[in-house]
């Protein structure tokens, strides 16, 4: 009788620190529960009071400020994969095109919801072209022009192919220093994506002061080496007047492989994500 009387006071104690720990479960939840709409209370405060510090602008502002925080091409693909899933609704042919809007530098120009002025980018194809021209003729050396003597002043492509390679592979390091000094997207999207409005303006200034530093040594670097590139190029073709045609077509061709290229690997990607996505 004592163990069955034992048993049962066990079971009651047992019984009662179940009964303890669900009640103070349920308590920590009904305070998590207030706290959470409290929080959603003060946000909701908090919101209403910036909506009503422009409640004096025009609709056509209203339009405006709404197109300008409107997701671009370039915030839907940097996106958290979690977010992607809310916000990325484009298939794979809007992706891939999307994608090559922001990586070719042609392809560029007819992008108009970036962040990148147009002067600038219509002034990095130039000088794409023009360090191609110049690091071609860089590679132009005495084993080359024995070749072309060789091939009695025909124009030899697989000759003259590693030296395009490696043209293009330079060309494509100073350009992507030069895109880095030029381009303004990323800076702005740093802007858009600040949650706090006190810290907005503080972030513009900083950012605005970035920039100008930044295209001030953009457009003295990129001079400078135009400078270089016209006075090597231009001594070159004086001395050697008959191999402009082989530079010529091998700029050609190296300025053609660098656009190119962004169609190729711009692919991958875009079949990567697109199954991600479509997989979740």
Known sequence: MKDKSSIKNKRNIITQR?????????KK?????????????????????????YTNISNEEKQKIKNILHYN????????????????????????????????????????????????????IFFNFASCYAINALFFDDDTMHKIYEDKGNYN?????????????????????LNFLALSEDDIINIKQEKE???????????????????????????????????YTTCFCAVYKNTQYHLLKDTLVSFATSMGTPFIICFFPAILRTIALKKK
């Open 73 to 124: 091409h370039n915030e839907l693909n940097s996106m958290d994969y979690i977010d992607a899933l809310k916000n990325d609704h484009r298939n794979f042919f809007q992706f891939y095109f999307a994608l090559l809007k922001s990586k070719h530098l042609l392809l560029t120009l007819i992008e108009t919801r970036d962040y990148n002025s147009r002067i600038i980018k219509i002034y990095l």
């Open 29 to 53: 939840n009904l305070m998590e529960t207030s706290k959470n709409q409290n929080d959603l209370e003060e946000k909701k405060i908090n919101d209403l009071d910036k909506i009503d510090r």
């Open 157 to 177: 492509i697989l000759a003259q192919l590693p030296q395009i390679i490696y043209s293009t592979i330079i060309s494509y390091f100073f350009d992507g220093l």
């Open 197 to 231: 409005m006190e810290n907005i303006e503080t972030k513009k200034d900083d950012v605005q002061r970035g920039l100008h530093i930044k295209f001030i040594i953009f457009f003295i670097l990129s001079f400078l080496l135009l400078l270089l590139f016209w006075y």
């Open 18 to 26: 179940n009964d303890q720990i669900r009640d103070l479960s349920v």
